[in-house]
């Protein structure tokens, strides 16, 4: 506690992987992920049109460079940026454009975006692709490049453009990749079928993250109970012979695939908040964002497709599908045997952290990890909320240590500085307060609100100081403006002489006119 | 006894210069208070308070020649702000001044512009462009709604429409609040 040396956070994030720590709070909850486990995961068939969103990222919508009527391959850029900051929507099969309407998006606020309507041709025809064979030799920013005009962001949630994540990374010095393989949620089961299913792709892409970035290795952490899974990627190490790569079982707790909680299990070193795993030379990223990067770079394949876990008692077939971006949930509900009779909520994501859809026709985003139904016995019936009793719960299971009932109370009453201070912002969103809370109340989503709140209110703050600077440049410019008249009057008036002596002059040259006059008569 | 006193003037003397120094190498310019109070001001530079523009009305706060409840922009959230900061009591806003709205940015209608440049010179953050006998243009960005460019206006072809909140700022809704406190 005391008087530890400077370099010792540094060792020991070095050190990632080689013992475990905890991380404060969590819950241990019901796995549910059996089910959908049973069967490979398996290619849904092309629906009859595919909506893709513009949106599917955070930050702002892509713009559509495709138009009506336009034919388009497997592959080729559908949606842009003119500033480049986040990745592209590239088209997931070829086809026809359709139409560019409004849709929905499957995205929390339920609202609508403008989609890209593709009418497949069935043919599946890929554009010219240029993979970059020899990876291992290519230079880092070549790899950059190709992660960013691939379209692929992170994969675990939070959809985050991997490309601007890496290339940040890059610049503040990487010594360990950590691949997320950590799938905490209930009923979620993608990664662990692509790490069964994929070792060989997961092991190449951290081996290209990890030339992309400089770092010097790879841990892969995955959960203590996945065992086939820890079979699967150790086979694949060895025949990569890649020796710097290690495989980590962590026990199953909820949230420990949160990014924050895996560093602190890992190294038993936190995230500073506002910080990022970048000051502690990591960089996090999840296993199947590794594998889109190791498609982008070695078959020159953009991010068109994802496993999406098709799960819950409310489907007649559970399993994992993999499905093209753009694929309307109800086909893959019907892949997965359709709905069963007691079915009674859609639900994108898993249970803590998915979000309600309004309708199946919602389409699958790069974002969509999960679709669980649930039926009437699996939700908690409406409870009513009632006054908090200071019981501590919350704060016992958050994660992020955080005291929900305090900012609770202050995000009710508006202290908003007062949230700030108490770390509102590092929120995760994880719904364990929710689910300890004995008095119901909806802990995340005030704290979902409270943060909106904080972040309108910061952009209110930049407009303001923008104002006030634009104001403040026009005030000295008028004053500016003002004096100059000011002195070139001034000026003139100097450059004509004083007042007697203009009387004098002018007196003066009527008299010689008059006298011109006169002489002339 | 006399030493007492000799050293506690000479303690006296000492802290006085010490003092004396601090003022001066640590003067500020500015008074603080008007900074702070122009902080929490929207700056949105309408005049609505019957000052031309928002550090003005700071000053007045800051003076004690205006109470704090005539900034319609910056509504209810705004006289809190100020009377935690001033230690006063708020009050409610003053319906003289206006009333608080949502938002507005100014949008031109770009055919019926005769390029006056009336409503430029009007708009107190700059954020119309336009040349005499050309057509003008809201800057949306740096528009902050203050209708200020509306009366000048000869054709009445400016109108003031609620600011456009862009997909990335989307914001959750308040849960609908029960007994939870």
Same mark, same amino acid.
């Given at each position: 506690?005391?008087?530890?040396?400077?370099?010792?956070?540094?060792?020991?994030?070095?050190?990632?992987?080689?013992?475990?720590?905890?991380?404060?709070?969590?819950?241990?909850?019901?796995?549910?992920?059996?089910?959908?486990?049973?069967?490979?995961?398996?290619?849904?068939?092309?629906?009859?049109?595919?909506?893709?969103?513009?949106?599917?990222?955070?930050?702002?919508?892509?713009?559509?460079?495709?138009?009506?009527?336009?034919?388009?391959?497997?592959?080729? @850029?559908?949606?842009?940026?003119?500033?480049?900051?986040?990745?592209?929507?590239? *088209? @997931?099969?070829?086809?026809?454009?359709?139409?560019?309407?409004?849709?929905?998006?499957?995205?929390?606020?339920?609202?609508?975006?403008?989609?890209?309507?593709?009418? %497949?041709?069935?043919?599946?025809?890929?554009?010219?692709?240029?993979?970059?064979?020899?990876?291992?030799?290519?230079?880092?920013?070549?790899?950059?490049?190709?992660?960013?005009?691939?379209?692929?962001?992170?994969?675990?949630? $939070?959809?985050?453009?991997?490309?601007?994540?890496?290339?940040?990374?890059?610049?503040?010095?990487?010594?360990?990749?950590?691949?997320?393989?950590?799938?905490?949620?209930?009923?979620?089961?993608?990664?662990?079928?692509?790490?069964?299913?994929?070792?060989?792709?997961?092991?190449?892409?951290?081996?290209?993250?990890?030339?992309?970035?400089?770092?010097?290795?790879?841990?892969?952490?995955?959960?203590?109970?996945?065992?086939?899974?820890?079979?699967?990627?150790?086979?694949?190490?060895?025949?990569?012979?890649?020796?710097?790569?290690?495989?980590?079982?962590?026990?199953?707790?909820?949230?420990?695939?949160?990014?924050?909680?895996?560093?602190?299990?890992?190294?038993?070193?936190?995230?500073?908040?506002?910080?990022?795993?970048?000051?502690?030379?990591?960089?996090?990223? #999840?296993?199947?964002?590794?594998?889109?990067?190791?498609?982008?770079?070695?078959?020159?394949?953009?991010?068109?497709?994802?496993?999406?876990?098709?799960?819950?008692?409310?489907?007649?077939?559970?399993? #994992?599908?993999?499905?093209?971006?753009?694929?309307?949930?109800?086909?893959?509900?019907?892949? *997965?045997?359709?709905?069963? @009779?007691?079915?009674?909520?859609?639900?994108?994501?898993?249970?803590?952290?998915?979000? %309600?859809?309004?309708?199946?026709?919602?389409?699958?985003?790069?974002?969509?990890?999960?679709?669980?139904?649930?039926?009437?016995?699996?939700?908690?019936?409406?409870?009513?909320?009632?006054?908090?009793?200071?019981?501590?719960?919350?704060?016992?299971?958050?994660?992020?240590?955080?005291?929900?009932?305090?900012?609770?109370?202050?995000?009710?009453?508006?202290?908003?500085?007062?949230?700030?201070?108490?770390?509102?912002?590092?929120?995760?969103?994880?719904?364990? !307060?929710?689910?300890?809370?004995?008095?119901?109340?909806?802990?995340?989503?005030?704290?979902?609100?409270?943060?909106?709140?904080?972040?309108?209110?910061?952009?209110?703050?930049?407009?303001?100081?923008? *104002?006030?600077?634009?104001?403040?440049?026009?005030?000295?410019?008028?004053?500016?403006?003002?004096?100059?008249?000011?002195?070139?009057? $001034?000026?003139?008036?100097?450059?004509?002489?004083?007042?007697?002596?203009?009387?004098?002059?002018?007196?003066?040259?009527?008299?010689?006119?008059?006298?011109?006059?006169?002489?002339?008569? | 006894?006399?030493?007492?006193?000799?050293?506690?003037?000479?303690?006296?003397?000492?802290?006085?210069?010490?003092?004396?120094?601090?003022?001066?190498?640590?003067?500020?310019?500015?008074?603080?208070?008007?900074?702070?109070?122009?902080?929490?001001?929207?700056?949105?530079? !309408?005049?609505?308070?019957?000052?031309?523009?928002?550090?003005?009305?700071?000053?007045?706060?800051?003076?004690?020649?205006?109470?704090?409840?005539?900034?319609?922009?910056?509504?209810?959230?705004?006289?809190? $702000?100020? *009377?935690?900061?001033?230690?006063?009591?708020?009050?409610?806003? #003053?319906?003289?001044?206006?009333?608080?709205?949502?938002?507005?940015?100014?949008?031109?209608?770009?055919?019926?512009?005769?390029?006056?440049?009336? !409503?430029?010179?009007?708009?107190?953050?700059?954020?119309?462009?336009?040349?005499?006998?050309?057509?003008?243009?809201?800057?949306?960005?740096? !528009?902050?709604?203050?209708?200020?460019?509306?009366?000048?206006?000869?054709?009445?072809?400016?109108?003031?429409?609620?600011?456009?909140?862009?997909?990335?700022?989307?914001?959750?809704?308040?849960?609908?609040?029960?007994?939870?406190?």
């Amino acid at each position: 506690m005391f008087g530890r040396p400077k370099t010792a956070p540094m060792d020991a994030a070095r050190a990632a992987g080689t013992r475990l720590h905890r991380f404060d709070g969590g819950l241990r909850l019901r796995h549910h992920k059996k089910m959908s486990c049973e069967v490979p995961v398996q290619r849904a068939a092309l629906p009859q049109r595919l909506y893709v969103p513009l949106l599917q990222h955070t930050g702002r919508a892509a713009e559509a460079s495709v138009v009506t009527g336009q034919r388009v391959l497997k592959g080729d @850029p559908i949606g842009c940026f003119r500033h480049l900051g986040s990745g592209c929507v590239h *088209a @997931p099969t070829s086809g026809t454009v359709s139409a560019v309407v409004k849709h929905p998006i499957s995205h929390p606020s339920g609202r609508e975006g403008l989609c890209i309507v593709i009418r %497949p041709d069935g043919l599946d025809q890929w554009r010219q692709r240029q993979p970059i064979e020899h990876w291992a030799e290519a230079a880092p920013e070549t790899l950059l490049e190709r992660i960013r005009d691939s379209g692929i962001v992170g994969l675990g949630g $939070a959809v985050f453009p991997t490309a601007f994540k890496v290339r940040d990374a890059s610049q503040r010095g990487i010594h360990t990749l950590i691949l997320n393989g950590s799938e905490c949620e209930p009923y979620i089961s993608c990664d662990e079928m692509l790490m069964r299913e994929q070792p060989d792709a997961i092991v190449l892409g951290a081996r290209i993250l990890q030339r992309a970035v400089g770092a010097q290795r790879t841990v892969i952490a995955i959960e203590d109970q996945m065992g086939a899974v820890n079979q699967a990627l150790g086979d694949a190490v060895r025949r990569a012979g890649a020796g710097n790569i290690d495989v980590v079982k962590v026990t199953t707790l909820y949230p420990e695939g949160g990014e924050k909680q895996l560093i602190q299990v890992l190294t038993g070193l936190e995230v500073p908040a506002g910080g990022r795993p970048a000051d502690l030379g990591l960089l996090c990223q #999840n296993v199947a964002t590794a594998t889109a990067v190791a498609r982008a770079v070695t078959e020159d394949k953009p991010l068109v497709e994802r496993i999406v876990t098709v799960t819950g008692n409310g489907v007649r077939r559970p399993r #994992n599908l993999l499905a093209a971006i753009g694929t309307p949930i109800a086909d893959l509900v019907e892949l *997965a045997g359709g709905y069963a @009779p007691h079915a009674a909520r859609l639900v994108l994501g898993g249970p803590m952290m998915g979000f %309600p859809l309004a309708s199946d026709a919602n389409p699958v985003t790069k974002a969509a990890n999960c679709v669980l139904v649930l039926t009437e016995q699996d939700i908690r019936p409406p409870q009513p909320e009632l006054p908090c009793i200071r019981c501590g719960e919350c704060a016992r299971v958050c994660p992020a240590r955080l005291l929900p009932q305090q900012l609770n109370r202050f995000i009710r009453s508006g202290n908003w500085e007062a949230s700030e201070d108490h770390g509102l912002e590092d929120c995760i969103e994880c719904g364990c !307060c929710d689910f300890a809370c004995p008095s119901h109340i909806p802990l995340v989503e005030w704290f979902r609100f409270g943060k909106s709140q904080l972040r309108s209110r910061a952009e209110d703050r930049r407009r303001a100081d923008l *104002a006030r600077d634009r104001f403040e440049a026009r005030g000295t410019r008028l004053e500016r403006i003002k004096a100059e008249r000011k002195r070139r009057i $001034a000026e003139k008036k100097r450059a004509l002489g004083d007042q007697r002596t203009m009387k004098d002059r002018i007196a003066a040259s009527v008299e010689r006119a008059r006298q011109r006059k006169e002489s002339a008569e | 006894m006399l030493a007492a006193v000799f050293s506690i003037a000479a303690i006296g003397i000492l802290f006085g210069l010490g003092l004396g120094w601090a003022a001066r190498r640590f003067r500020v310019e500015s008074d603080p208070v008007i900074d702070r109070i122009d902080a929490i001001l929207p700056q949105t530079q !309408c005049g609505q308070c019957n000052y031309p523009g928002c550090r003005p009305y700071a000053e007045a706060i800051a003076t004690g020649e205006a109470p704090i409840n005539q900034c319609p922009p910056g509504g209810e959230a705004g006289i809190k $702000a100020l *009377a935690d900061l001033l230690g006063v009591d708020p009050l409610p806003l #003053n319906p003289e001044n206006g009333a608080e709205a949502l938002p507005t940015v100014a949008v031109i209608d770009e055919a019926t512009c005769i390029g006056c440049t009336l !409503c430029i010179q009007a708009c107190p953050v700059d954020a119309i462009v336009g040349a005499p006998k050309l057509m003008h243009t809201v800057i949306a960005a740096e !528009c902050t709604g203050c209708d200020l460019c509306l009366p000048p206006c000869p054709v009445d072809c400016i109108e003031m429409v609620p600011r456009p909140v862009p997909e990335e700022q989307w914001s959750w809704p308040e849960p609908a609040a029960a007994g939870g406190r």
